[in-house]
């Protein structure tokens, strides 16, 4: 080809080069219009923001995934000044200033959160306990490591008879606490009900399909624009031992993932680690040999509560243990995977379709 151009004239030499570049110029029009074309069709829009003391990532698909993304973030924070006890004037705050003396009223949704709150503890035997505020206050887990100390067992069994969540009374737009100095503390059943908040905000948007994480919980909505299953990471907990964030990795086509681990917040003191799944019958931190819970729930329709029923369930299976978590799992339709200290993998029977990533784990049937 070389040397048949250089045969031709010098003019023509010329000419044919316009040409080339005008062909070249219009292949890349076309080939940036395609591409455009297929972004376009996709509406793909990928943000991080902050609510709830954690990051929110969102990815979103459809014409208006921007102003979708903005909605679910708002919601969160709205959800945030309901429900944490950190936020003055939210319905937690005013039930926990409001502990012995009177009802107050809140929002239907915040009843309907601390009434499956309730539900778990009852079904937990206490071990889980929405009330435990009293006593996870005891634990600062934000101190420093040089000035982190555990409570005294004297002061535990002080705030303990504080903890007990047949004293929260639920009525559908009303509660209240029975004795001074209890308090509710929704840490655990928070990011998991911001998932619920954020599916139900993409469905009033008109998102065609979306994947929102709030810290440890995950909800998908729809679908993907080539109709692909949603692909969850489940984080190894030795990640800073190991160089390696993901142990594995799970496929859902809908519903909700948390997961609790001991890694998430934890101190040393004394040669002792110390984490934040607090056994709310003994106040202490749970010992037993797993370091973390992933719980799948399905999503069942508007307005359920199953990605806040995960997050809750992740730590109550935790608390309870592989064999009592498994059971407690299977009396509410959700599914496990449970990891302990040796790293070995146990999941329910109908866990979603999971891949193991690290040799280092071993997967038990």
Not at 45 to 52: K, S
Not at 160 to 182: F, G, T
Not at 311 to 326: K, R, V
Request: with cysteine; charged share 20%.
């Amino acid at each position: 080809m070389k040397k048949w151009i250089a045969n031709l004239p010098l003019k023509r030499q010329k000419t044919l080069a316009v040409v080339l570049a005008c062909v070249l110029i219009v292949l890349v029009i076309l080939l940036s219009v395609v591409w455009n074309a297929v972004e376009q069709k996709e509406n793909r829009v990928e943000t991080t923001g902050y609510a709830m003391g954690s990051v929110v990532q969102q990815t979103v698909y459809g014409e208006n995934a921007q102003a979708a993304s903005d909605a679910v973030l708002q919601a969160v924070t709205e959800l945030e000044n309901r429900i944490s006890w950190r936020v003055e004037g939210s319905d937690v705050a005013r039930l926990n200033d409001n502990a012995g003396v009177e009802w107050i009223s809140i929002e239907p949704e915040t009843a309907s959160l601390l009434s499956l709150c309730r539900e778990v503890a009852a079904r937990t035997g206490g071990v889980f306990d929405p009330t435990v505020l009293p006593v996870s206050k005891l634990w600062d887990f934000t101190a420093d490591e040089d000035t982190f100390q555990p409570p005294a067992q004297e002061t535990i069994d002080r705030f303990l008879p504080y903890v007990n969540y047949e004293d929260l009374r639920v009525r559908e737009d009303s509660a209240s606490l029975k004795y001074h100095y209890m308090g509710i503390d929704l840490g655990s059943a928070g990011k998991g009900a911001a998932c619920d908040a954020a599916l139900a905000s993409y469905a009033e948007s008109g998102a065609d399909g979306a994947v929102v994480a709030v810290g440890g919980s995950v909800g998908v909505f729809g679908e993907k624009p080539d109709g692909s299953a949603w692909s969850i990471t489940v984080r190894n907990p030795y990640s800073e031992e190991d160089g390696e964030t993901a142990m594995g990795v799970m496929e859902i086509t809908e519903g909700f993932v948390s997961t609790s681990g001991t890694y998430e917040k934890q101190r040393e003191a004394d040669g002792v680690t110390y984490h934040h799944l607090i056994n709310a019958n003994t106040g202490w931190p749970e010992d037993n040999e797993l370091v973390s819970v992933t719980v799948y729930t399905k999503a069942n329709g508007d307005g359920d509560q199953n990605g806040a029923l995960s997050d809750i369930l992740a730590t109550a299976a935790y608390l309870l243990g592989p064999e009592e978590g498994a059971e407690l799992l299977r009396s509410y339709g959700a599914e496990g995977l449970f990891i302990t200290r040796e790293k070995t993998v146990t999941m329910t029977e109908g866990f979603p379709a999971f891949s193991l990533l690290l040799d280092s784990y071993t997967l038990e049937e």
